[in-house]
């Protein structure tokens, strides 16, 4: 691994790293400079799957103090979180890269206007009745699969999942999408790390690099105000999307 290659995984790393913590999205950063190593979709993305847990662990740990008032709903989350998880490690290595590399940008833009219509969403729901915690229970599992299958965009996936089953502001929200990016990363990379071709050279450059900006872009997160937050996420998750569409 030459040096320009570890400049531009650092650099991938943090920005991957910070990014997640704030919103999601980062593996728009971290998969293409994989790719850009040479590596195949599948590798890179096993690979970037492994690397991008130590910035969901750095992101979590700065966070952990919001966890306090859904102590009693954590439990739940995170088993529903990891079955999502597992079913989504079984279609990444059972379906043909093609297959994701096509559906990704358009989960991610389905989020991010999920999260836009969100409290239009809440109020509607909140009128006819519906069943809140089905809804987050329901988002969290399918936000498990596919954080597993892809992981771009996960935070956002489930950052809309919990706002959809939890009447708060998406800043308070945020440590528990921390906690559960976090289970599903962490079963995503021990189902991958024993069964997919990770390029661990890779993972050695990348993860401490995450593993630093998901630690800064928490910190970051938790000062801002929560309309400033939304439009954040927002514009990370569009972005995203419409990025991807190119790669």
């Known amino acids: 691994m030459d040096a320009l290659t570890v ?10 790293g910070f990014c997640n913590a704030i919103a999601g999205g980062g593996s728009l950063l971290s998969f293409p400079a994989l790719l850009a190593t040479g590596l195949p979709p599948v590798a890179a993305t096993v690979t970037n799957a492994v690397s991008v847990w130590p910035g969901y662990l750095g992101g979590a740990a700065a966070l952990r103090s919001r966890l306090a008032e859904y102590r009693s709903l954590l439990p739940g989350l995170v088993l529903t979180g990891a079955a999502g998880a597992l079913g989504g490690v079984i279609a990444l290595l059972a379906a043909p890269p093609e297959v994701f590399a096509t559906l990704v940008p358009y989960l991610v833009l389905m989020a991010t206007a999920l999260l836009a219509a969100q409290p239009m969403i809440s109020r509607w729901l909140a009128e006819k009745g519906s069943d809140s915690r089905l809804r987050l229970f329901t988002g969290v599992f399918l936000g498990g699969v596919y954080g597993a299958y ?28 921390s906690a559960l990016t976090l289970t599903v990363s962490t079963t995503a990379t021990a189902a991958v790390a024993l069964f997919g071709p990770v390029e661990w050279w890779s993972v050695a450059v990348l993860g401490p690099a995450c593993l630093v900006g998901g630690m800064v872009g928490a910190k970051i997160s938790d000062r801002l105000r929560p309309s400033i937050f939304r439009a954040v996420v927002i514009l990370f998750g569009t972005g995203a999307g419409i990025a991807m569409l190119f790669i």
């Open 150 to 177: 892809f992981n771009g965009g996960m935070g956002i996936v489930l950052l809309t999942a919990l706002a959809l089953g939890i009447d708060a502001s998406i800043n308070r929200l945020n440590g528990l999408k």
């Open 7 to 16: 400049v531009l995984l650092l650099a991938a790393g943090f920005g991957s």
